[in-house]
T-cell receptor, first 114, second 115 residues
Framework: EPEVTQTPSHQVTQMGQEVILRCVPI?????FYWYRQILGQKVEFLVS????????KSEIFDDQFSVERPDGSNFTLKIRSTKLEDSAMYFC????????????FGSGTRLTVV | AQKITQTQPGMFVQEKEAVTLDCTYD???????LFWYKQPSSGEMIFLIY??????QNATEGRYSLNFQKARKSANLVISASQLGDSAMYFC????????????FGKGTKLTVNP
């Protein structure tokens, strides 16, 4: 069964540093997403990406964040100048257009900012 | 505005019994989808079941069924014959069709299955 792959599974970074979270979505999917889950809280939408551009972003997704699809397979989330409150699990997901089966989520990257 | 409400922060059930996890939603759209995901302690999000707003029958997937009451805007998950491995967080989510088709999640219910 196709998978969404996320790397790394866990990253520890110093406050103020930049991090790049990487994702390989399912190859024939058209929509790509990043979600965030602060420990013990609900999963929050960050950004969606379709047709090589951002289709929607939440108010969380400010200038500190950016996404790229640098080639045909990778989808990255960059967080500049990380803050302690950026510590969370970050999920990548991809979806078929009109899929009735929601998304396929990656297994997540746990980001710890110290 | 919060669109998905899960009122049960935690639920307990005895092994082999059935349990219902509540979910209500709010939308003005006619076309939408409702999803349940399981998140074990390892952290991954596992898709369980889907219900489309136009589906006339309640969705079922093995031991999971979705009690869809459109007029009440509720989409409760029923797990039959609970197993110890069902202990996890359960999230209800909604996707409004059109636009980015993002998912909006509820706060989740932590289910504990007791032996």
């Amino acid at each position: 069964e196709p998978e969404v792959t996320q790397t790394p599974s866990h990253q520890v970074t110093q406050m103020g540093q930049e991090v790049i979270l990487r994702c390989v979505p399912i190859s024939n999917h058209l929509y790509f997403y990043w979600y965030r889950q602060i420990l013990g809280q609900k999963v929050e939408f960050l950004v969606s990406f379709y047709n090589n551009e951002i289709s929607e972003k939440s108010e969380i997704f400010d200038d500190q964040f950016s996404v790229e699809r640098p080639d045909g397979s990778n989808f990255t989330l960059k967080i500049r100048s990380t803050k302690l409150e950026d510590s969370a699990m970050y999920f990548c997901a991809s979806s078929d257009e009109g899929s009735n089966y929601g998304y396929t989520f990656g297994s997540g990257t746990r980001l710890t900012v110290v | 505005a919060q669109k998905i409400t899960q009122t049960q922060p935690g639920m307990f059930v005895q092994e082999k019994e059935a349990v219902t996890l509540d979910c209500t939603y709010d939308t003005s759209d006619q076309s939408y989808g409702l999803f349940w995901y399981k998140q074990p302690s390892s952290g991954e999000m596992i898709f369980l079941i889907y219900q489309g707003s136009y589906d006339e029958q309640n969705a079922t997937e093995g031991r999971y069924s979705l009690n869809f009451q459109k007029a009440r805007k509720s989409a409760n998950l029923v797990i039959s014959a609970s197993q110890l491995g069902d202990s996890a967080m359960y999230f209800c989510a909604m996707r409004e069709r059109g636009g980015s088709e993002k998912l909006v999640f509820g706060k989740g219910t932590k289910l504990t299955v007791n032996p």
